[in-house]
């Protein structure tokens, strides 16, 4: 069993985290063939599309499940992942909306539903409902979720509580809303049981804690890493946080065996170690090239995307 998160920590996030206005996208003045609008104002798109044979969709969970209320949500969570899977991300949020409906006291459908609004940008719609999970999870012990693509080992790493902070905390970064993020990731940190899941909090707080100007706490987090550990996933977030570091070069962890979602996260990562060190315009170009790749529902993508448009 995982650790339960503190009830003080959870209750001084939801106080901080209150926001006055909400702001969100316009979906239904969008066409159908747009899924949202980019930050920088241009369109997202997608072609729905089969899902890649590469995704393994866990359906043969669903008759481990003890309750038939949890078949059901189980089920509906797949059928809206698949959708999202297939690049239709809004239909995803429709199809998690209906089953919040019909469950509105599982945790597990806001965490998800919080997700696909990231990838649609609207962050003030993903942060009330990571509130909303932490809430109905609290007190309660954590899941662990399964992947939609497995990584090489098979083994999921991620949880409903640390998948709810990690993307809470995203919300919030990629708002420029730099304390909340910091102590959503600060809550991840306490429930994370393995060095992926470390790693992928200490990378996202470490930028947190340098845009505070915290950059003595920042540089403490790095004492945590080191070039020889284990990883199974979230190989480049330790890569960058080598490069942060100083032990590795930025060349170092360019290489052709990247893939698009290496790319995105690589680019945006280097991009924010040229920020920090004084190199402005060096950053931007880098993001720029990022933005222009075009993987939009990448969080490197998107967090690229947000620096160009506070710049």
């Known amino acids: 069993m995982k650790s339960l998160i503190p009830v003080f ?3 001084s996030f939801l106080l901080i985290s209150c926001q006055p206005e909400k702001k969100q996208p316009d979906f239904e003045s969008l066409p159908i063939s747009v899924q949202s609008i980019s930050l920088l104002g241009d369109t997202l798109k997608t072609d729905i599309q089969a899902i890649p044979q590469r995704y393994l969709i866990r359906i043969d ?7 038939q209320e949890d078949r059901m949500v189980d089920h509906m969570i797949w059928e809206a ?5 297939a690049g239709d991300y809004r239909q995803a949020v429709q199809l998690f909306t209906d089953a919040i409906n019909q469950f509105p006291d599982k945790p597990r459908l806001y965490r998800h539903r919080g997700h696909r ?8 719609l993903a942060i009330d409902d990571f509130q909303q999970a932490a809430k109905l ?4 012990p954590d899941i662990t979720e399964k992947d939609g693509l497995p990584n090489e080992q098979n083994i999921p790493l991620s949880s409903l509580q640390t998948n709810t902070w990690y993307h809470l905390g995203l919300a919030h970064y990629l708002k420029g809303e730099y304390d909340q993020a910091n102590l959503a990731y600060e809550n991840g940190l306490q429930v994370s049981d393995n060095t992926d899941m470390r790693v992928a909090f200490l990378y996202w707080k470490y930028m947190t804690l340098r845009k505070l100007g915290r950059d003595a706490k920042a540089g403490a987090l790095l004492e945590q890493v080191s070039p020889d550990m284990e990883l199974i996933e979230n190989t480049s977030y330790h890569e960058l946080l080598m490069v942060f570091k100083g032990v590795f070069s ?4 360019i290489t052709e065996e990247n893939s698009e979602l290496d790319n995105a996260t690589l680019g945006y990562g280097l991009g924010f170690w040229h920020h920090i060190n004084g190199r402005g315009e060096r950053a931007k170009e880098i993001w720029q090239g990022v933005y222009e790749a075009g993987n939009w529902a990448a969080f490197g993508y998107i967090a690229s995307e947000a620096e160009l448009a506070q710049s």
Request: hydrophobic share 40%; net charge neutral.
């Open 9 to 11: 920590l959870i209750l």
């Open 250 to 253: 930025p060349d170092e962890i």
């Open 117 to 124: 609004y990231i990838t649609l940008r609207a962050f003030d």
């Open 61 to 67: 969970s669903l008759s481990k499940l003890t309750y």
């Open 81 to 85: 992942r698949k959708t999202a899977y």
């Open 137 to 140: 999870f609290e007190g309660q």
